[in-house]
């Protein structure tokens, strides 16, 4: 029984909590970073062209079907 | 055994990733659409092949690395979409007045998935390489 002590007490315990272990790993450098482009007048124009499109043809779902948006 | 690059790989993945998500659309409501405009059926685009379609364009826009905004390249590819639609239905008799409009829609619609969503997406995953303008 003392031997097994010994055996034990040399060794240090399984760690069983892995999170801070995979976080260590990851790091900040497997974070991605998104930059989203400032929403500016070529937005604003695309978006109400969309819409004005929609509301010119007379039927904007089948419109859309024909786009592959529906 | 052929390797590709990882930049084309990702470069592909995230146009078809895009491109796959935005089926939810199609996928999603077309069924109820149709319910309420049964003519709404008899045109029949292949948007299934939009993943593959942006994913190629998306490659091809890391390779060639043209001298115009990610957006203007998606509103490329968007023209040539409606122009090629256009033709299809002509080509099965479905063709509609309102599809002259479609390469204009297809253009801003695209120029905007481009630019906020492609875009950054090719950015922050390394596809753009040095360029940084989106």
């Keep these: 029984m003392r031997t097994l002590g010994l055996i034990r007490a040399a060794t240090p315990p399984p760690v069983r909590d892995l999170w801070p272990r995979l976080r260590a790993r990851l790091g900040d450098d497997e974070r991605v970073h998104l930059r989203l482009p400032a929403f500016g007048w070529r937005e604003a124009s695309a978006i109400a062209v969309a819409l004005g499109t929609l509301a010119v043809v007379p039927d904007p779902l089948r419109f859309l079907v024909a786009c592959g948006l529906l | ?134």
Excluded at chain 2, 19 to 35: C, D, K
Excluded at chain 2, 42 to 51: C, E, H, I, R
Excluded at chain 2, 99 to 106: E, H, K, R, S, V
């Design chain 2, 1 to 134: 055994m052929a390797r590709p690059r990882r930049r084309d790989l990702l470069a592909y993945l995230v146009g078809a990733g895009v491109a796959g998500t935005l089926l939810i659309g199609p996928y999603g409501l077309r069924v109820a659409v149709i319910e309420v405009i049964p003519g709404a059926a008899a045109v029949q685009p292949p948007f299934f092949l939009l993943p593959i379609l942006w994913g190629l364009w998306n490659l091809l826009w890391t390779r060639r690395q043209p001298a115009m905004s990610v957006g203007r390249w998606g509103a490329l590819l968007g023209v040539l979409a409606g122009v090629v639609v256009n033709l299809l239905f002509v080509a099965e008799g479905g063709w509609f007045r309102a599809a002259m409009l479609l390469p204009l829609f297809l253009a801003v619609v695209y120029y905007l998935i481009w630019r906020v969503v492609i875009g950054p997406l090719n950015e922050a995953l390394g596809v753009d390489g040095e360029r940084t303008a989106v």
